[in-house]
């Protein structure tokens, strides 16, 4: 049977989805954007700064299903633009640390809200 994960220390979902379900000891994050949970308004006007709070909200999502950065094994990465990876880069990486999950990261043309980033991720127990 599958649970359905619901935190207000992360954004409400904008649409027919859950901010995460698990089952079977996996746990998948819906998309989330950076979006303030409190104020429904998007932080941040660079991808560096929208990166953070998308990674902030994924922490929240982690920390009431009982998971931790270390448990995710695979994000995705969508950027509206590419060129600003090496950004979205380097605040990955302090969030995920020395064992990071696998990636894909792709370009997309638009993405919720107008945002610059969107992730999504997979944690396992």
Do not use: H, W
Not at 7 to 29: D, M, R, W
Not at 95 to 105: C, E, L, Q, T, V
């Amino acid at each position: 049977m599958k649970k359905i994960i619901k935190t207000s220390l992360a954004p409400a979902a904008i649409g027919p989805y859950s901010q995460a379900v698990e089952k079977n000891g996996l746990l998948f994050i819906s998309g989330q954007i950076s979006l303030n949970p409190e104020t429904g308004e998007i932080v941040g006007n660079t991808t560096s700064e929208q990166t953070k709070q998308v990674l902030v909200n994924i922490g929240a999502i982690l920390n009431a299903a009982g998971y931790s950065a270390s448990n995710v094994v695979k994000t995705t990465c969508y950027l509206k633009d590419l060129a600003t990876f090496g950004e979205m880069n380097e605040v990955y990486a302090g969030f995920f640390g020395n064992d990071p999950p696998a990636r894909a990261a792709v370009e997309v043309s638009r993405l919720p809200k107008d945002v610059l980033i969107e992730i999504e991720a997979v944690a396992m127990k």
